[in-house]
T-cell receptor, first 113, second 114 residues
């Protein structure tokens, strides 16, 4: 079945550092890929998405590129802020009837001033 | 404001005492879904509904029931809760028709079953 694997957390960085959170997936066909963010005490919010190979999703300074050859969708940001501290989830949708999102286990990110 | 609401936000109960977690959305979305979030496992889908009176099982449906009598509401029912259902629960909705659409999540319900 479909699955998503994220790098183990927690991740702790200093403000203005470069961020990479790795995400790889296993899926049949051509899934859509997503990054969701969960701030403390809140539900999940869509951060960015990509719907086909080589698409780049971007939002709030975050970027991720859909790499079909390496089955990856790594999240990057050039200069993180304290307000980026949250849990980040990589997810895929298999574009079939159930419209189900398959999530990775989540990566907790803490940014220190 | 477009949103998904859940109630209660926090609940502590005892084994076997039936409970219902409500979910409501004001965006006229056809699709609604329930997920549970557990440490190290991410979110897993419990049940989903593509429209009124249409529901189906997700990956972890055992011990749960749902109903979809109205488009805006999608309650999650635990007929006889057990400690392994202690978890953080999220309701989500999206317009149906394409999986590219964003799913909107509620704030979550933290359930503890003693």
């Amino acid at each position: 079945g479909n699955s998503v694997t994220q790098m183990e957390g927690p991740v702790t960085l200093s403000e203005e550092a470069f961020l990479t959170i790795n995400c790889t997936y296993t899926a049949t066909g051509y899934p859509s890929l997503f990054w969701y963010v969960q701030y403390p005490g809140e539900g999940l919010q869509l951060l960015l998405k990509a719907t086909k190979a080589d698409d780049k999703g971007s939002n709030k300074g975050f970027e991720a590129t859909y790499r079909k050859e390496t089955t990856s969708f790594h999240l990057e940001k050039g200069s993180v802020q304290v307000s980026d501290s949250a849990v980040y989830f990589c997810a895929l949708s298999d574009n079939q009837g159930a419209q189900k999102l398959v999530f990775g286990q989540g990566t907790r990110l803490t940014i220190n001033p | 404001e477009a949103q998904v609401t859940q109630n209660p936000r926090y609940l502590i109960t005892v084994t076997g005492k039936k409970l219902t977690v409500t979910c409501s959305q004001n965006m006229n979305h056809e699709y609604m879904s329930w997920y549970r979030q557990d440490p190290g496992l991410g979110l897993r889908q419990i049940y989903y509904s593509m429209n009124v009176e249409v529901t189906d099982k997700g990956d972890v449906p055992e011990g749960y029931k749902v109903s979809r009598k109205e488009k805006r509401n999608f309650p999650l029912i635990l007929e006889s809760p057990s400690p392994n259902q202690t978890s953080l629960y999220f309701c989500a909705s999206s317009p149906f028709g394409t999986v590219y659409n964003e799913q909107f999540f509620g704030p979550g319900t933290r359930l503890t079953v003693l």
